[in-house]
């Protein structure tokens, strides 16, 4: 089954407008929580990381949202730009643990 | 300049032959992985290596093998492949002990 399920499965924002993945997961022992970006053609790339000791974590335009007790999290992307189209992809991996469960993906496209 | 490459970008087989993907990288990451990537199912792991001829399975091993013999570089071979194995694959590094993983490129494989 799935342990991390992301939702939508594709969005469209206009440019200048806040951008919401959202993301749940199963496994009470996942700790560290990675959202990648993928552009058509490339590898991900980390974007930006929560561990579950935070509630928030900011990075430049782009906002964690983690709530533990609920098991989700939420991706806030402030001012999206065209650059921002991308697929989107969280993750999630026990402590001290190298595997990394991935999402299944949000496809954004964020129109000028 | 930190980087992950694959070789090749792009393989076009025939059911049943014999594939060999290579993946090198230059920042003597200890930890390396194979991942496939398939429409609606997100990056799947194969075989995670933690370095040297230590190598475990993944969450979906069957149908592959790996070998590292050196720390750079780390092969994922499929012995008369099927066309099921169609997919994008993705070998990945990160240093022992930190959960960043940096993506190669892919290598968009097709099974006939």
């Known amino acids: 089954q799935q342990q991390v399920r992301q939702s939508p499965q594709s969005l469209t924002v206009w440019e200048g407008e806040t951008a919401i993945l959202n993301c749940s997961y199963e496994?009470?022992?996942?700790?560290?929580f990675p959202w990648y970006q993928q552009f058509p053609g490339e590898g991900p790339a980390l974007l930006i990381a929560i561990r579950s000791v935070s509630d928030k974590k900011e990075d430049g335009g782009f906002t964690i949202f983690f709530n533990k007790r609920e098991k989700n999290l939420s991706l806030h992307i402030k001012d999206s730009q065209p650059g921002d189209s991308a697929t989107y992809f969280c993750?999630?991996?026990?402590?001290?643990?190298?595997?990394?469960?991935f999402g299944t993906g949000t496809s954004l496209l964020v129109d000028p | 300049d930190m980087k992950v490459t694959q070789m090749p970008r792009y393989l076009i087989k025939r059911m049943g032959e014999n594939v060999l993907l290579e993946c090198g990288q230059d920042?003597?990451?200890?930890?390396m992985y194979w991942y496939r990537q398939d429409p609606g199912l997100g990056l799947q792991l194969i075989y995670i290596s933690y370095d040297v001829d230590s190598n475990s399975e993944g969450d979906i091993p069957k149908g592959y093998r790996v070998s590292r013999k050196k720390r750079e570089h780390f092969s994922l071979i499929l012995d008369s492949a099927k066309t099921n194995q169609t997919s994008v694959y993705f070998c990945?590094?990160?240093?022992?002990?930190?959960?960043?993983?940096?993506f190669g490129p892919g290598t968009r494989l097709t099974v006939l």
């Open positions: 993750a999630a991996s026990e402590a001290m643990g190298y595997k990394l469960t």
């Open positions: 990945a590094s990160s240093l022992y002990g930190n959960y960043e993983q940096y």
């Open positions: 496994n009470s022992a996942f700790d560290y």
């Open positions: 920042m003597s990451h200890e930890t």
